[in-house]
């Protein structure tokens, strides 16, 4: 009699696990599609300095829980745990890298027992930086032409070139302007000005740079006779 009755326990506990397990495998199953990151909104390249935004779709939650949601940006520095968010909401964070280079973000969710039940793939993004030159082309009028030789935009783009000495001090020029973006790869040529006049040794101090770049500062030495200007 006891055998039988431990027989028919164990086939009882066998019977159990079978409902069980597939409802188990189906909520699993389930648990993976609740979190929907969509990618295809998010962008793969950016500039350095540049605010970017990112979100990520929560689809319902079958346990109706409250949710926490955590963006790692993938340069030491995260959202923190931003929330109390109810399944179905639309969830975004934006951040800025301050350096060039490739960069992994992953999404974390976690509910209000702090256990972490969803996770993204990681996403990849190239973080890029602008890099400045300027060219002055001399003779009686001066032409500035401003290139970003970069893989990143500049942003708030700004230039000057002043001049001063000649004999008795009596050169003191100034010229200047700004772009607001200057694309990567791409040069932006400045209309002419007339060049000053005058005679004797001058300096040149030529400047370039961006809100999101480091100024450029060119000091140069030179000669004028007339309009020509004579670098040394």
Same mark, same amino acid.
């Given at each position: 009699?006891?055998?039988? /009755?431990? !027989?028919? +326990?164990? *086939?009882? *506990?066998?019977?159990?696990?079978?409902?069980?397990?597939?409802? &188990?495998?189906?909520? %699993?199953?389930?648990?993976?599609?609740?979190?929907?990151?969509?990618? &295809?909104? @998010?962008?793969?390249?950016?500039?350095?300095?540049?605010?970017?935004? /990112?979100?990520?779709?929560?689809?319902?939650?079958?346990?109706?829980? =409250?949710?926490?949601?955590?963006?790692? $940006?993938?340069?030491?520095?995260?959202?923190? $745990?931003?929330?109390?968010?109810?399944?179905?909401?639309?969830?975004?964070?934006?951040? %800025? $890298?301050?350096?060039?280079?490739? =960069?992994?973000?992953?999404?974390?969710?976690? !509910?209000?027992?702090?256990?972490?039940? @969803?996770?993204?793939?990681?996403?990849?993004?190239?973080?890029? %930086?602008?890099?400045?030159?300027?060219?002055?082309?001399?003779?009686?009028?001066?032409?500035?032409?401003?290139?970003?030789?970069?893989?990143?935009?500049?942003?708030?783009?700004? $230039?000057?070139?002043?001049?001063?000495?000649?004999?008795?001090?009596?050169?003191?020029?100034?010229?200047?302007?700004?772009?607001?973006?200057?694309?990567?790869? !791409? +040069?932006?040529?400045?209309?002419?000005? +007339?060049?000053?006049?005058?005679?004797?040794?001058?300096?040149?101090?030529?400047?370039?740079?961006?809100?999101? &770049?480091?100024? &450029?500062?060119?000091?140069?030495?030179?000669?004028?006779?007339?309009?020509?200007?004579?670098?040394?």
């Amino acid at each position: 009699m006891i055998n039988i /009755f431990l !027989n028919k +326990k164990i *086939i009882g *506990i066998i019977v159990c696990l079978l409902f069980i397990m597939p409802i &188990s495998s189906v909520s %699993a199953d389930s648990n993976k599609q609740l979190f929907i990151n969509n990618f &295809s909104d @998010w962008p793969t390249q950016g500039t350095v300095g540049v605010e970017y935004n /990112f979100c990520i779709d929560i689809s319902q939650d079958p346990m109706g829980d =409250y949710l926490f949601v955590l963006f790692d $940006w993938g340069d030491d520095s995260d959202s923190g $745990w931003l929330g109390l968010y109810s399944p179905g909401e639309n969830i975004c964070s934006s951040h %800025a $890298w301050n350096e060039s280079g490739d =960069y992994e973000i992953i999404v974390k969710i976690k !509910n209000e027992s702090d256990v972490i039940v @969803w996770q993204s793939d990681t996403f990849y993004i190239h973080i890029g %930086a602008p890099i400045l030159q300027i060219e002055i082309l001399l003779g009686r009028n001066l032409r500035v032409t401003v290139s970003n030789v970069g893989d990143g935009d500049a942003i708030d783009v700004y $230039w000057s070139l002043d001049i001063v000495g000649g004999f008795f001090g009596f050169i003191d020029y100034h010229i200047g302007g700004t772009v607001d973006i200057l694309t990567a790869g !791409n +040069k932006t040529s400045v209309e002419t000005f +007339k060049a000053p006049c005058g005679f004797g040794k001058i300096d040149l101090d030529i400047r370039v740079g961006a809100s999101n &770049s480091e100024e &450029s500062v060119y000091l140069i030495d030179g000669r004028i006779f007339f309009f020509l200007i004579i670098i040394l």
